[in-house]
DNA sequence: ACTGGCACCTGGGCGC
DNA sequence: TGCGCCCAGGTGCCAG
């Protein structure tokens, strides 16, 4: 479910309750997930106290004097702060507890999430050869013209590079297209360096207002602090196939790329 | 070096 | 009600 706005906001969420907090004990109750969760998740954590929750990529790092959670929401995964009394549901994997009474409890149905340990987070393997942060400084048009000379993806599927940027998922990819005016089929490398400014900017965009707005909510997502997102109620173009574009008002067009639902206005993307 | 396609897993919504 | 089918917010890995 999360891209980052949605990670964003459930590390807002959270943050209060879990930094400066000492884990009292891990319960995992299902290691299964797109990668076994280690035993250090069990071993180390406890006794440590949070020092920080930071956010990369999608990535939740729960920083602490003896390593580093590293926590991945996949497709379907949401956080949550509970007292430690609460039953848990089917699919809620693992509780990190906390000397307050209160916990973390990671719940994901499809477990393509994940639950890491690491001494090194930034040499970690899965987040070394990461892009640049979007809302970051050293992202913006001009290094994704630069990064897209000679490359025949779509625009889309090149956004949604992690290598190239990170966080830009299947919503907000459609979206940004969209308040871009660029079709998502369009090549990447055959992409004007003024329009890949305009690209650029509308990534921040929408990203930051999508923060602001709590992220989206289409199915189950809430932040943190259980409440839903209300970007919802801001998309142009994602899931509105044949509802009226909100500039032309022309329907709304679907198509797949990269195995992935697309959606865009025939006439305002070019 | 790029590119496209598959895989992982579970549940929800739809049509019959 | 039940069943089968399609779809879902991510991303690592494989072959060409």
Redesign the pocket.
């Known amino acids: 479910?999360?891209?980052l706005p949605?990670v964003e906001t459930s590390r807002r969420g959270i943050a209060p309750w879990v930094e400066q907090q000492r884990v009292n004990n891990v319960i995992v109750r299902d290691r299964?997930l797109?990668w076994p969760v280690p035993d250090d998740i069990d071993n180390k954590l406890p006794g440590q106290e949070i020092r920080s929750v930071k956010r990369r990529?999608?990535?939740l790092l729960f920083d602490t004097a003896a390593g580093t959670a590293m926590l991945?929401?996949?497709?379907?995964g949401s956080v949550r702060i509970i007292d430690i009394d609460e039953p848990a549901g089917?699919?809620d994997h693992v509780d990190i507890c906390f000397d307050s009474g209160k916990a973390l409890r990671f719940r994901d149905?499809?477990?393509?999430g994940s639950l890491l340990w690491t001494e090194k987070p930034f040499e970690h393997e899965?987040l070394r050869n990461l892009g640049p942060e979007p809302l970051s400084d050293e992202f913006d048009g001009s290094y994704l013209w630069q990064m897209s000379r000679?490359?025949?993806?779509?625009i889309k599927?090149?956004i949604?590079n992690?290598v190239i940027v990170?966080g830009v998922?299947?919503?907000y990819a459609s979206e940004v297209l969209f308040r871009s005016g660029i079709h998502p089929k369009r090549k990447?490398?055959r992409i004007s360096k003024e329009r890949m400014m305009v690209l650029g900017n509308s990534i921040k965009f929408v990203l930051k207002q999508a923060i602001e707005a709590g992220?989206?909510?289409?199915?189950?997502?809430h932040g943190g602090d259980g409440e839903p997102?209300y970007f919802k109620q801001q998309l142009d173009v994602y899931d509105r196939d044949g509802l009226p574009c909100s500039v032309c008002k022309a329907p709304i067009s679907s198509i797949v790329l990269?195995?992935?639902?697309t959606y865009y206005c025939k006439n305002c993307q070019r």
């Open positions: 479910m999360p891209e949605e299964r797109r990529a999608k990535y991945h929401l996949g497709m379907s089917k699919h149905p499809r477990k393509f899965l000679g490359r025949k993806v779509s599927q090149f949604m992690a990170v998922g299947n919503i990447a490398g992220g989206t909510t289409l199915r189950d997502f997102g990269g195995q992935r639902s």
